[in-house]
């Protein structure tokens, strides 16, 4: 083994993710890329907010042995001040006041020497400080868009100049104008456990070596390029675009009959409509997007999910839907109650198009295998991550459908007709198409983000 081989492998990069589904995926997507060049070690919580999440952590552990579980148990903790609280929030909260005994406990587990740190965005503000006190650099995984970056990073000056009760759209110099209507509702109440993390975590950014963000050049050039000339903060630390992180070869899980079923349709036919692991709809809309699909003319696979908790999401399809309408679309449709792994299904060929909240790691997913999108955000950042779809020509946007909050139904009638104005757009397919060879171009060697990887990695072995 050559003296470089040897320095080489004594890169150690600990990751520290949050809770949810949509962040696991990114750590664990990070973890296996990175694991490439270095010794990798992920903490996880366990057990974990979601069965979704216990699912993937067990079948990453044996998919994965290269890198090193280290296995955290939460302590129990008093959280009778937040009785409302979001569950994956509160675990945020759990996860961050535990920050030192869990970078003690890393500390002293670690055989190989720690060279850096990669925390999630939503527990940065208490992680980073201490990290640095121990002389280690630290990075952050933004889990979210460019575009949210640079609201996430302009937020505390605009709530130093005002309230935050008083909030409207938000300005960002020399970048643009976010407003009111995208931003997450959750932020006008200051006393908020999200809000209070929200400013502090984006305080933090300023602090770090540098952010990794799952996004690349071609698909979100204008954010990329606001940040790094320091138009949305000065000083800005680098953005390093490293995505689209490929999804795992894991092994198979939930609903198995959607494959059956979607290798009987023809290419390119099939609309699947998923709204993520934290999004429950009520019933009543639910049933208007039943009827929507339905009118649309087109095929579907539909995951319906009623409840934000999939531990909580107990009822069955026979309790939600309408009578007589499984019978009624079973030529054309299939409705999952459950977990489908959504990564096979964007990649089959008889998927045309994906009607999806634009949560980010979804609509990265709908990036890389080149798949046209409807994007209905339904809370949090889904509107912010909601303008590069646009942008970049990967789908459209239902502008005026229903938001956090809001008491109001998308009409079935309003929804199949925009089903069925997506599935006939073939520029828009094609521009789907060729966005992903451009995905996937930017991931492989010689791509942009793939270059963003190996300057990292050499910026920590220039570190050691
Ligand atoms: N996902 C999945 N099957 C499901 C629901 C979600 O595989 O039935 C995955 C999806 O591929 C994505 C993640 O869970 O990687 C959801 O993250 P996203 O950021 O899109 O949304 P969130 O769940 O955070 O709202
Ligand atoms: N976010 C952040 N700081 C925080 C909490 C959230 O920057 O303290 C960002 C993060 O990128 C996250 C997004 O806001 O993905 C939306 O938050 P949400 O609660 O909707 O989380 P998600 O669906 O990603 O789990």
């Known amino acids: 083994m050559g003296s470089q081989e040897n320095k080489h492998s004594e890169l150690h990069v600990v990751l520290i993710p949050s809770a949810g589904m949509g962040h696991l995926n990114t750590f664990s997507r990070l973890a296996v890329?990175?694991?490439?060049?270095c010794k990798v070690t992920m903490v996880s919580n366990i057990p974990a907010v979601s069965s979704a999440e216990s699912h993937h952590l067990a079948?990453?552990?044996?998919?994965?042995?290269?890198?090193?579980f280290l296995q955290f148990e939460m302590p129990p903790y008093d959280t009778s001040d937040y009785p409302d609280a979001d569950p994956f929030v509160l675990r945020w909260e759990m996860i961050s006041r535990s920050a030192p005994d869990i970078l003690n406990y890393v500390m002293k587990s670690s055989s190989v020497p720690v060279t850096a740190f990669v925390v999630d965005i939503t527990i940065a503000a208490s992680f980073i400080p201490l990290a640095k006190n121990l002389g280690i650099p630290c990075y952050i995984m933004f889990t979210s868009t460019a575009a949210m970056l640079s609201f996430v990073a302009y937020f505390p000056t605009y709530c130093?100049?005002?309230t935050t009760e008083d909030l409207g759209d938000v300005e960002i110099p020399g970048y643009r104008t976010v407003p009111l209507a995208s931003i997450p509702g959750v932020l006008h109440d200051p006393k908020n456990l999200f809000t209070k993390q929200f400013v502090q975590n984006g305080r933090?950014?300023?602090?770090?070596?540098?952010?990794?963000?799952?996004?690349?050049e071609s698909f979100e050039e204008d954010s990329l390029?606001?940040?790094?000339?320091?138009h949305v903060q000065p000083g800005f630390p680098p953005v390093i675009a490293i995505g689209p992180l490929m999804p795992l070869n894991m092994p198979a899980s939930g609903a198995s009959e959607v494959f059956s079923w979607l290798d009987k349709q023809p290419d390119n036919s099939v609309v699947y409509v998923n709204f993520g692991n934290r999004t429950g709809m009520s019933r009543e809309q639910v049933?208007?997007?039943g009827l929507g699909l339905e009118t649309s003319g087109c095929r579907f696979l539909w995951v319906v999910k009623t409840k934000a908790l999939d531990s909580q999401d107990v009822e069955d399809l026979g309790e939600i839907l309408e009578k007589g309408y499984l019978e009624r679309v079973k030529d054309r449709g299939i409705v999952i109650?459950?977990?489908v792994e959504q990564d096979k299904v964007l990649r089959h060929k008889a998927v045309g198009g994906f009607l999806s909240h634009s949560g980010w790691n979804s609509v990265i997913e709908a990036a890389i295998y080149g798949v046209r999108m409807l994007a209905w955000p339904m809370g949090g950042d889904q509107r912010i991550n909601a303008v590069p779809v646009v942008k970049s020509g990967l789908g459209m946007w239902a502008k005026s459908w229903s938001w956090q909050g809001e008491d109001k139904i998308v009409s079935g009638k309003e929804i199949g007709e925009k089903v069925k104005e997506m599935m006939a757009d073939e520029a828009l397919s094609a521009k789907a198409r060729l966005i992903g060879e451009q995905a996937r171009q930017a991931a492989a060697p010689g791509g942009t983000s793939?270059?963003?990887?190996v300057e990292f990695i050499q910026e920590l072995k220039d570190r050691v």
């Open 287 to 289: 049933r208007e997007l």
């Open 204 to 216: 933090v950014l300023l602090k770090v070596d540098g952010i990794f963000v799952n996004t690349f």
């Open 160 to 162: 130093d100049s005002k």
């Open 225 to 230: 390029a606001a940040l790094s000339d320091g």
């Open 450 to 453: 793939y270059q963003g990887l």
């Open 59 to 68: 079948d990453m552990f044996s998919a994965y042995p290269q890198i090193e």
């Open 33 to 37: 890329t990175l694991a490439d060049h």
């Open 337 to 339: 109650k459950g977990w």
